[in-house]
């Protein structure tokens, strides 16, 4: 075991670029077209073939997409949505923007996804919508949900910015979505276009919807117009949103897209390592995997503290490793302490108890496909001495 302390800081996240995506960037900018163009055409279509979905539509972020399919579904003021709130706000406050209310359910305590039996619970007259979101990379009961989506009538919003290359039973999260399905390629996720984020459906209606509410409402956007054979001449069909992806975007996603395979199999390479340098060390629990998700996406590596074994908390864990220049995150703090749903909602400390036990021990560790295996090595050795010692101090 090395314990020297390394020098630089190991980033809990970094982007994977390489030549291939910086020469397509500059190639887009020697394009002369900038924006929402033919590489946003060419990345959406790309896309949809690679999830398995009819149609798919380049927005500028995850919280795009979100907020746009639950307003192509028509969910709007005095509807309840019901999520998780073991997720990033983006989740929530997309809801809010449409004028609905974000009805947060506990999860399930093995996986930190939304309990679907909670879902049940919590439907009333008012509930238009389920927005589950496939945390860290696992994927969420869908074969259950859509039942209870169907039963009641209730569309369903799939937050899969952890969820591209998760897999329910066998198949590509995204691919055949019954409703809809938005990804993220914010800087930190599996695919990094710095900003931007993609929804999926097989809904030629709410894609339609979709395509118009990115640009304003806009009947036809900037390509159709400016491009040979384009008409100036266009209608604002309602006062629409400015969300549109654009080409230089669309350059980094296409270049990521085709390399998404070589970067996952390296996640699936460091969450094996840890796995196994962790599964015998009492007082860390590693990430426990449902039987349906046939392929975990790894955008996170959650460990648990386990207190039964260990004199420390959360906190003084991350402290330790950020004293061994190893960072670390957590995700998420529940939505539901956070003051802007608290202050509105009356939600409060006690509502979640799954989510806040997540919550109290959970880190995510580093895990993205430039981590050298000495990193690795580095991070394992690093949560080994302090886990060692900690368990030291609890039977003094
Ligand atoms: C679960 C979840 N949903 C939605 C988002 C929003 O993604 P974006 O930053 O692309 O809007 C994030 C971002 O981290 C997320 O973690």
Same mark, same amino acid.
């Given at each position: 075991?090395?314990?020297?302390?390394?020098?630089?800081?190991?980033?809990?996240?970094?982007?994977?670029? +390489?030549?291939? %995506? @910086?020469n /397509?960037?500059?190639n887009t900018?020697? !394009?002369?077209w900038?924006a929402k163009g033919?590489?946003?055409?060419e990345f959406?279509?790309?896309?949809a073939?690679?999830?398995?979905?009819k149609?798919?539509?380049?927005?500028?972020?995850?919280?795009a997409a979100?907020?746009?399919?639950?307003?192509?579904?028509g969910?709007g003021?005095g509807?309840?949505?019901?999520?998780?709130?073991?997720?990033?706000?983006?989740?929530a406050n997309?809801?809010?923007?449409?004028g609905?209310?974000?009805?947060?359910v506990?999860?399930d305590?093995?996986?930190?996804?939304?309990?679907?039996?909670?879902?049940?619970?919590n439907?009333?007259p008012?509930?238009?919508?389920i927005?589950?979101?496939?945390?860290?990379?696992?994927a969420?009961?869908?074969d +259950?949900?859509? %039942? @209870?989506? /169907?039963?009641?009538?209730l569309?369903? !919003?799939?937050?899969a910015?952890?969820?591209?290359?998760t897999?329910?039973?066998?198949?590509?999260?995204?691919?055949?979505?019954?409703?809809?399905?938005s990804?993220?390629?914010?800087?930190?996720?599996n695919l990094a276009t710095?900003?931007?984020g993609?929804?999926v459906?097989?809904?030629?209606?709410?894609?339609?919807?979709?395509?118009?509410?990115?640009?304003?409402?806009?009947?036809r956007?900037a390509?159709?117009?400016?491009?040979?054979?384009?008409?100036?001449?266009?209608?604002?069909?309602e006062?629409?949103y400015k969300?549109?992806m654009?080409?230089?975007?669309?350059?980094l996603?296409?270049?990521?897209?085709?390399?998404?395979s070589?970067?996952?199999?390296?996640?699936e390479?460091?969450a094996?390592?840890?796995? /196994?340098?962790?599964?015998?060390l009492?007082g860390?629990?590693?990430?426990?995997?449902?039987?349906?998700?046939t392929?975990h996406?790894?955008h996170l590596?959650?460990?648990?503290?386990?207190?039964?074994?260990?004199?420390?908390?959360?906190?003084?864990?991350?402290?330790?490793l950020?004293n061994?220049?190893?960072?670390?995150s957590?995700?998420?703090?529940p939505l539901?302490?956070?003051s802007?749903?608290?202050?509105?909602?009356?939600?409060?400390?006690?509502?979640?108890?799954?989510?806040?036990?997540?919550?109290?021990?959970?880190?995510?560790?580093?895990?993205?496909?430039?981590?050298?295996?000495?990193?690795?090595?580095?991070?394992?050795d690093a949560?080994?001495d302090i886990?060692?010692?900690?368990?030291?101090?609890k039977?003094?």
């Open positions: 075991m090395n314990l020297d302390k390394r020098k630089e800081f190991l980033s809990y996240c970094l982007p994977d670029i +390489t030549s291939s %995506e @910086i /397509e960037v500059i900018l020697k !394009s002369g900038l033919p590489k946003t055409i959406e279509k790309r896309f073939e690679y999830v398995g979905s149609y798919a539509i380049g927005m500028n972020s995850a919280t979100l907020h746009i399919s639950l307003l192509a579904a969910v003021p509807d309840e949505v019901i999520t998780t709130p073991m997720t990033f706000a983006a989740s997309t809801i809010i923007h449409t609905a209310k974000p009805v947060f506990d999860v305590p093995e996986t930190g996804c939304i309990d679907p039996d909670e879902i049940t619970k439907i009333t008012l509930t238009k919508a927005v589950p979101v496939h945390y860290a990379g696992q969420c009961d869908l +259950t949900i859509y %039942e @209870i989506s /169907e039963k009641n009538n569309f369903v !919003s799939e937050d910015a952890h969820g591209l290359y897999e329910y039973k066998g198949r590509m999260i995204g691919d055949c979505p019954k409703g809809t399905v990804y993220s390629f914010y800087a930190t996720k710095g900003e931007g993609m929804l459906t097989d809904n030629e209606e709410i894609a339609n919807k979709a395509r118009v509410l990115i640009t304003h409402g806009m009947s956007n390509w159709n117009r400016y491009a040979k054979g384009g008409s100036w001449m266009y209608d604002i069909q006062p629409g969300y549109n654009f080409d230089l975007q669309a350059a996603g296409l270049k990521q897209l085709e390399r998404l070589e970067m996952q199999e390296r996640r390479e460091i094996e390592i840890y796995n /196994e340098a962790f599964k015998c009492d860390i629990e590693i990430p426990k995997i449902s039987e349906y998700t392929n996406s790894w590596y959650i460990v648990k503290i386990n207190g039964e074994h260990v004199n420390i908390s959360r906190d003084q864990f991350i402290t330790e950020a061994r220049n190893v960072g670390t957590v995700h998420f703090i539901h302490l956070m802007a749903y608290r202050d509105r909602y009356g939600y409060k400390l006690g509502d979640f108890p799954i989510a806040e036990k997540w919550f109290e021990n959970i880190v995510s560790l580093p895990l993205y496909p430039t981590m050298t295996n000495s990193d690795v090595q580095y991070v394992i949560v080994k886990v060692t010692r900690s368990a030291l101090m039977v003094i």
